[in-house]
């Protein structure tokens, strides 16, 4: 009978849902909300990145033991790979961070992220933190911990073991283990003092497992005195699923990482080890933790409404309850400790919203509007319980609807509001990254926003009931829906967007000679432009461009006007960036507005200034003809065609041998003998294709899930070895060979300047007909030659790759350009 609050409803239509519906729970549901309200205890569950999480752990904590449970991600994934689009950076880290929503919404949990940027893989603590900022990050594990007030807190990873794993991932627990005594003290940060208060926990874990010690063998063999042994297996018989199964729906929602799961049942056995903080006095967590009304001061008179309604709860007749649970509101609001007051207020709010059937809804008449803009907000509110409510007022900003509105039972009661958009409100697009990050940490100018994982909503519609007598406000988000001819009734969050969207296209421009280039520009309104406005692009230094002005003169909400112009770098051109602005009136609009639609997440918008990176490159290139064949997301099909290599992209599909015979070069994409189950019957076409002249590149795999045995017709085995310097020595082991020397001469400068890492997932061995080029390593490692293998097949050539081409092209890097450019033209 025990189950999260919004678990059946989220689970029922969550594939179907673009933004967050208004809640309708269920009277189980109701039931749950009230077993939670009378549980007073909090766990923080704390680790590096999105799919670092136990979902188990956090949906047992949260559904079966009725904690409120949260769990803390450093990072939000920006530094990893994206298996359903091309988007990288920021913008897989937007992916991840709704994804680690999808998940929460799914397990019950909440969520919570530092400023801390994923720059890809570390191999130490001590790298981890001097890229991240230490102190920065470990202020906002203080003030999560001071915010969320856990009384519990376990850690995915062990602090102790520097070096064994991810630096990211023992760099969480290091900041957690300091965090812990920390929090509690009012000098350090006491900037943050004006959020929150001091807070120390009881206890904290570690979420051990046999993955820690080698294997289940050794696992079984470690003194477990200080461990705590939880079964996460239990089953939920009104929801007719396992915990287990619950776990692997909230894992599933990792799409842009492929960790779709299987649900399992019975037992699952999860363990902890005691680190610091209070003895434990029993098997739980919680033991000794006083987890009831009675923790708060006069809170046994609340228990004593309270505790009984569990007993008294009718699920076919929920609202029977409703008159104690506004008496406990009542007291509730007496609460002298703020946190509590505020949790507990919100909490019992919601309990009488769920047992009276309560639905409120405020929509807007299209999904976004621009400063200083009138919408209409239709609103609705219905009450499905023979309770005595009445709709006192709905306001949004600082206009107000007095209604005076009985709520009839099960009568829906409609009205509507006219609302300006306030000029002093800010564009709907993520909070991090209205700036650059800098080094390794986002900067985050508001305290308060500091954790959340998005930006908080500006529009609230907030509904005033008198419901029996008191006095009770909710907030709804303000959205937006629309009936979809195939999905039915579809959600879509509001926004707040610029007059007018600019975009250009291509967004990065490589140049390597004086040639001229077009550019695109796409204005796109989002109001009636009724003035004449003028478009002026702002060439940089060096580059000239064939107009600077271009007028247009009126433009219709939703209307789009495409115009183009002509650049080029004149012989004293450097790379740099071009701008273009939009003058209205006294108005100047300078941005683009991105969208990231995936059918599995809302869709997100990021509002950006709009710019072109121009890069004058001196690369040589080849006339040879490339096939690209797709595999997990990247940009590098584009990023070759913009320096002039002639290519083209494919599905897996799409490969046959006809159609390779059009072909010089094929590159296949990343970890493409990871995700393509066809891969393996599609070597022999390869095979043939080298055997008459081609060259085969393969690009990096993982060495896990391979969907091949072997790779024909060299074969190699490919490792975890990689290099995370990014400025590692690159030593050249076959200065001659022409991958270093045809059309470009490689040297030791085209090495500068590469980010994030040199290379990723080399091979260890390999055909003896596969010579390798490079050695590096990290440091107090061993030289690893396996980053790049190339060998001859017959007629032709196969070569395999670790290096990370996918990250260094998109950075503009014209080293990595020159390189892979000499692979294709061998």
Not at 206 to 215: A, D, K, L, P, V
Request: net charge neutral.
């Amino acid at each position: 009978m025990k189950y999260s609050a919004s678990l059946i409803f989220s689970i029922l239509i969550f594939q179907f849902t673009f933004a967050q519906q208004p809640s309708k729970p269920t009277s189980g549901e109701a039931f749950q909300q009230l077993k939670s309200l009378n549980f007073l205890g909090n766990v923080l569950y704390i680790a590096a990145h999105p799919d670092d999480e136990n979902t188990a752990f956090i949906s047992y904590f949260s559904n079966q033991v009725n904690a409120r449970t949260a769990y803390l991600s450093l990072t939000r994934g920006d530094g990893g790979q994206n298996l359903i689009g091309n988007e990288l950076g920021e913008e897989l880290g937007l992916i991840r961070t709704q994804e680690l929503l999808a998940a929460r919404n799914i397990d019950g949990g909440e969520q919570f992220f530092s400023r801390a940027v994923d720059f890809g893989y570390s191999k130490t603590p001590d790298e981890t933190l001097q890229i991240w900022d230490k102190e920065k990050i470990l202020a906002d594990v203080i003030y999560t911990i001071r915010k969320f007030r856990p009384d519990v807190i376990v850690n995915r990873f062990d602090h102790r073991t520097s070096g064994n794993t991810h630096g990211h991932h023992t760099s969480s627990a290091i900041l957690s283990h300091e965090a812990f005594d920390l929090a509690a003290d009012e000098n350090i940060y006491p900037e943050q003092l004006s959020e929150v208060k001091p807070w120390k926990p009881k206890r904290l874990f570690f979420n051990t497992s046999w993955y820690f010690y080698g294997s289940p063998e050794a696992f079984k063999k470690v003194d477990k005195s200080k461990y705590i042994k939880i079964n996460t297996g239990v089953y939920y018989p009104l929801l007719g699923l396992s915990n287990n199964e619950i776990a692997s729906l909230s894992r599933s929602q990792h799409q842009s990482q492929g960790f779709g799961q299987i649900g399992s049942r019975g037992d699952n056995m999860t363990y902890v080890e005691f680190i610091e903080g209070q003895e434990m006095q029993t098997d739980s967590l919680f033991g000794g933790i006083n987890t009831k009304w009675s923790r708060l001061k006069d809170g046994e008179e609340i228990g004593q409404i309270l505790y009984p309604l569990e007993e008294k709860f009718d699920h076919q007749k929920p609202w029977l309850i409703v008159p104690e649970l506004i008496q406990a509101f009542k007291k509730i609001k007496e609460i002298d400790d703020l946190y509590w007051r505020n949790h507990k207020s919100n909490e019992i709010k919601n309990l009488i919203k769920s047992c009276l059937g309560l639905f409120i809804e405020a929509k807007a008449e299209k999904n976004y509007a621009t400063l200083g803009e009138e919408i209409k907000i239709d609103l609705e509110a219905i009450n499905r319980s023979p309770i005595q409510i009445t709709l006192d007022s709905v306001g949004i900003q600082d206009q107000r609807a007095t209604l005076i509105e009985p709520l009839k039972e099960n009568q829906v009661l409609k009205s509507n509001l006219s609302i300006k958009i306030e000029d002093t409100l800010n564009y709907s697009s993520p909070y991090w990254l209205n700036q650059k990050p800098k080094n390794g940490t986002y900067y985050v100018k508001q305290q308060s926003f500091i954790g959340l994982p998005e930006t908080p909503k500006q529009l609230k519609a907030e509904f005033i009931f008198d419901i029996i007598g008191e006095k009770i406000s909710y907030e709804e988000d303000l959205i937006y829906k629309y009936k979809s001819p195939t999905l039915g009734e579809v959600y879509k969050n509001f926004k707040i967007l610029p007059e007018v969207s600019i975009e250009m296209y291509p967004k990065t421009l490589n140049f390597n000679d004086t040639e001229e280039k077009e550019i695109q520009v796409t204005v796109k309104a989002f109001r009636n432009i009724e003035e004449a406005s003028q478009i002026e692009i702002k060439s940089p230094i060096g580059w000239t461009i064939n107009q600077q002005k271009i007028k247009i003169n009126t433009l219709n909400e939703g209307e789009s006007k495409s115009f183009k112009f002509r650049i080029k770098p004149n012989q004293n051109a450097t790379s740099s960036s071009l701008e273009i602005e939009m003058k209205t009136g006294n108005k100047i609009n300078n941005s683009v507005v991105k969208t990231i639609d995936y059918p599995h997440i809302p869709e997100q918008t990021i509002i950006r200034k709009s710019q072109v990176e121009l890069n004058k490159f001196n690369i040589n290139t080849t006339d040879k003809k490339v096939a690209y064949i797709k595999g997990a997301g990247s940009l590098i099909a584009d990023n070759l065609s913009s320096i002039g290599i002639d290519i083209d992209a494919f599905n897996l599909e799409d490969i046959n041998a006809s159609l390779l015979q059009n072909y010089d070069v094929v590159i296949t994409g990343l970890r493409l003998y990871n995700i393509s189950k066809s891969i393996d019957f599609k070597q022999k076409i390869l095979q043939d294709f080298i055997a008459k002249g081609g060259h085969l590149i393969i690009q990096y795999n993982t060495n896990r899930n391979l969907k091949v045995d072997k790779f024909e017709p060299l074969n190699f085995q490919i490792s975890r070895d990689r290099v995370v310097d990014e400025n590692a020595e690159m030593r050249i082991l076959e200065p001659k060979h022409s991958v270093l020397n045809q059309p470009n001469k490689i040297s030791h400068k085209d090495f500068e300047n590469w980010v994030q890492e040199r290379g990723l997932y080399f091979a260890d061995q390999w055909d003896k007909n596969l010579t390798p080029i490079f050695s590096m390593n990290d440091v107090d490692e061993s030289p690893k030659k396996g980053s790049l293998l190339t060998g001859k097949y017959k007629k032709g050539h196969v070569t395999y790759t670790g290096i990370s081409f996918f990250r260094q092209l998109p950075a503009n890097v014209e080293g990595a350009y020159k390189l892979l450019v000499n692979l294709i033209a061998l």
